[in-house]
């Protein structure tokens, strides 16, 4: 069979760029989209990633942006091939109490979390049902379960994901297609790190696990729903939280 395609986007983030390595190192050609390939430094991501025998790649696009995604589609499948798996990790925060919160910061983390996994799933869904096989991956969070201060925006946009994997699993059942959502805890990437650190301490103090999650954590259940023989694990939200939040 042919080396399976699969596209990352925000692959070149914290969880994203595990997220490549371990599927280039199961055998998968990955392809992260990015913004601005020379301000994100893609050609050193690339070179990294490369060095550990992955076979990476990168397109910009901005997948806020409809237009945008299907000409990154276009290229992509020019370039590399029907894409066979489809990682939905892009996303941004914009915490404010929403007493405060104006309404830039309200779209952006719609559009860039949200919006962004219709702009990118649409273009390569047809393909999928065509030939009979999928695998889409949304990364959501524990905050789209649970709520966190500081995060209507965000947590919207998370527990919407996981609407939109129920509804494209069912869709795509018949299909080959699978839909799933991973819902990471607080994992130690630039986007935690960028939280106040009193409020970060306080939070990482009340995880059962008694420390943040690492990237690998998250990729590690991307690259097991992402296998061949993974299809009946279809519409399932996989928390990885160290225990923060449990249920089921
Ligand atoms: N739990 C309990 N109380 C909280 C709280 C929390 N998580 N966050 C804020 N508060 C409380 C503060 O302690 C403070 O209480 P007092 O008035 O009694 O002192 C009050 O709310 C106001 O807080 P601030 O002074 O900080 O108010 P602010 O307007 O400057 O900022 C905030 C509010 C934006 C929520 C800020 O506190 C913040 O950024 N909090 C972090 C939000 C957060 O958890 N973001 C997660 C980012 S990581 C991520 O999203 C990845 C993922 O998927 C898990």
Excluded at 62 to 90: I, K, T, Y
Excluded at 106 to 135: D, H, I, K, P, Y
Aim: glycine share 12%; with cysteine.
């Amino acid at each position: 069979m042919a080396e399976r395609v699969a596209l990352v986007t925000g692959g070149n983030g914290g969880i994203g760029t595990e997220i490549c390595r371990q599927l280039g190192q199961s055998g998968y050609r990955v392809i992260t989209t990015c913004l601005d390939a020379e301000k994100e430094n893609l050609a050193g991501w690339q070179a990294e990633l490369n060095a550990e025998g992955v076979d990476a790649a990168y397109v910009e696009c901005d997948v806020a942006d409809f237009e945008s995604c299907a000409r990154m589609a276009r290229q992509v499948e020019e370039s590399h091939g029907p894409v066979d798996v489809l990682v939905n990790v892009a996303g941004i925060t914009k915490d404010a109490f929403l007493h405060k919160m104006d309404a830039d910061a309200w779209a952006a983390v719609l559009n860039v979390n949200l919006n962004s996994v219709f702009n990118v799933t649409r273009q390569f869904v047809v393909g999928m049902r065509e030939r009979g096989f999928g695998r889409i991956i949304n990364i959501a969070s524990v905050n789209g379960q649970t709520g966190q201060f500081g995060q209507t925006n965000y947590s919207a946009a998370k527990a919407g994901m996981h609407g939109f994997t129920m509804a494209l699993a069912k869709e795509g059942a018949r299909k080959g297609v699978t839909v799933n959502t991973v819902s990471p805890g607080y994992i130690d990437t630039a986007m935690t790190a960028a939280m106040p650190d009193d409020v970060r301490e306080a939070i990482v103090a009340q995880v059962p696990a008694g420390r943040m999650g690492q990237p690998a954590d998250i990729a590690r259940v991307v690259r097991f729903l992402a296998a061949d023989d993974a299809g009946y694990i279809t519409g399932a939200n996989i928390p990885v939280n160290g225990g923060l939040f449990c249920s089921f």
